[in-house]
């Protein structure tokens, strides 16, 4: 039995379909999924968090949806699957600047149980404008409880050392939900042009 015929491509006129891109070929880029291994150090070198930490595991996002903070988001545009890289990420790209009109005195009457209030306790509040914020207590005196409603990181240069470990074209649901997460988001940066009232008017749930 003689070989098999091969068909050989055409040569006179163009191809009819034009080639997906392989996983090699796919880079960051908006509505692409991503899994990433990273490890982050405040300019101490202290590790704040890890993925390979205890109880830690990757971020999984969907690009070019405010999931990350703006200084890592944006430099991670074009990297690829097995791609590594260190990002230095300043405050203001990170979790902003602290705002020292942040820092609370709230009665110790108007949380849940005053009388278990302790320093380090987190609770949510609800400002006046409906966004919840997370506040650590920070001091209590007597009556008084002082709380910080800062981010802890807000501040802070960020340092993050990162791996690409997967991308991919996330899916019509999947850019779905990181759509309607950035729609609910309420990220505003506290200057000294913010209009809003920071007093809280209500405290809730407790965090921890």
């Not at 991503?34 to 202290?46: A, I, M, Q």
């Not at 830690?56 to 590594?84: F, W």
Request: include cysteine; glycine fraction near 10%; charge should be negative.
């Amino acid at each position: 039995m003689g070989p098999v015929p091969v068909r050989q491509p055409s040569t006179t006129g163009p191809s009819r379909a034009t080639p997906r891109p392989t996983v090699s070929e796919l880079t960051i880029q908006p509505n692409i999924h991503v899994t990433l291994d990273y490890e982050l150090k405040g300019d101490d070198g202290e590790v704040i968090d890890a993925s390979e930490s205890e109880g830690g595991e990757p971020i999984r996002y969907v690009h070019g949806y405010g999931m990350l903070v703006p200084g890592l988001e944006a430099a991670l545009v074009g990297l690829r699957s097995g791609d590594e890289r260190e990002v230095v990420v300043p405050a203001e790209a990170g979790y902003g600047e602290r705002d020292e009109t942040l820092v609370l005195e709230i009665e110790r009457s108007e949380f849940p149980d005053p009388k278990a209030v302790e320093v380090g306790d987190e609770f949510v509040a609800e400002s006046p404008d409906g966004d919840e914020i997370a506040m650590n207590v920070m001091e209590v005196k007597g009556d008084v409880v002082i709380v910080d409603a800062n981010h802890p990181l807000a501040g802070r240069t960020l340092h993050y050392k990162v791996k690409v470990r997967d991308v991919r074209q996330a899916t019509e649901d999947e850019v779905e939900r990181a759509a309607a997460d950035l729609d609910e988001a309420h990220e505003h940066v506290h200057g000294p042009d913010c209009d809003h009232d920071h007093e809280p008017v209500a405290l809730g749930r407790k965090l921890n």
